[in-house]
């Protein structure tokens, strides 16, 4: 069913079957705003339309790859995810089933991707949401995809060196336009861009390096998470400081490195502990 949809509706369907999941028997006072969490969703299995469950409950229907989630509320606690090939899930067999703690007051981010050796993987990063200092933004880079360790670099200058499958390496920089591109390890051969990343001043750009280095599909996803200025003059972003924006997917493709091992069956089901506080 090509016209199912993913973004906001999606969004808005993870935190109902989510809620659904989570509603006990009798009603219980509302969690505080302490207790929860903000998770986002982030489909990085290149060449595969996922279903997402919770229990019994389907979530993110036909999951596209390349796709973010807005980011959603949840109460803190324990959840099994699992990843479903669309249409095959729940009776199926997931190719991804992991438990993930999210600690009360996070922000993190969920990643269904390809391990270094093509296998698929679930990972949870927390998002770091501290003041940035006045003047500066923080960027981090996240090694999610069927590839070898790699450098990146800023115009042309490794600024993180060896970072491998699923490791992720941070900084504070100054703010603006940066043309950044993601090579092997130790090399000048290319793998993804050059890219032009916009770091706006006080926002965290998280950039994920995803895809199948032998399939050639490398790809970069961008966050941005806003409201963390320091400067008096600072700009927040809506209620909450943090807001999460789909930025482009730029895809390059240039290596042809080592045997991946092709995805079978995936899927992702959130469904929440009964053992969860």
Request: aromatic share 2%; no cysteine.
């Amino acid at each position: 069913m090509s016209t199912r949809t993913t973004g906001a509706v999606v969004a808005t369907g993870i935190a109902v079957a989510l809620s659904a999941v989570a509603m006990p028997a009798v009603a219980q006072p509302k969690a505080a705003a302490a207790d929860q969490a903000t998770v986002s969703v982030l489909h990085a299995v290149p060449g595969l339309s996922v279903d997402v469950y919770a229990g019994d409950k389907e979530l993110i229907p036909a999951f596209e790859p390349g796709t973010l989630t807005d980011p959603l509320t949840l109460d803190a606690g324990s959840y099994d995810i699992r990843v479903f090939k669309d249409g095959e899930g729940p009776g199926g067999k997931p190719a991804v089933e992991k438990t993930v703690e999210v600690p009360a007051g996070a922000n993190a981010t969920l990643v269904a991707h390809l391990t270094a050796d093509g296998k698929p993987a679930l990972d949870a990063f927390v998002n770091d949401t501290a003041k940035v200092p006045a003047g500066k933004a923080r960027l981090t880079v996240r090694h999610v995809a069927a590839a070898p360790a790699v450098d990146v670099r800023a115009d042309g200058a490794p600024v993180f060196k060896g970072l491998e499958n699923p490791k992720e390496v941070s900084a504070e920089v100054p703010a603006g336009i940066l043309s950044a591109d993601v090579v092997l390890a130790g090399t000048d051969t290319v793998a993804i861009g050059p890219a032009e990343l916009d770091l706006a001043e006080g926002a965290h750009t998280i950039v994920y390096a995803w895809g199948s280095a032998d399939d050639k599909d490398l790809a970069l996803k961008t966050q941005s998470i806003t409201g963390m200025h320091s400067a008096p003059g600072g700009v927040p972003a809506g209620g909450t400081g943090q807001a999460a924006a789909h930025n482009q997917s730029l895809t390059v493709g240039a290596l042809s490195l080592g045997a991946v091992v092709a995805l079978g069956a995936a899927g992702l089901l959130l469904r929440r502990r009964t053992d969860a506080v």
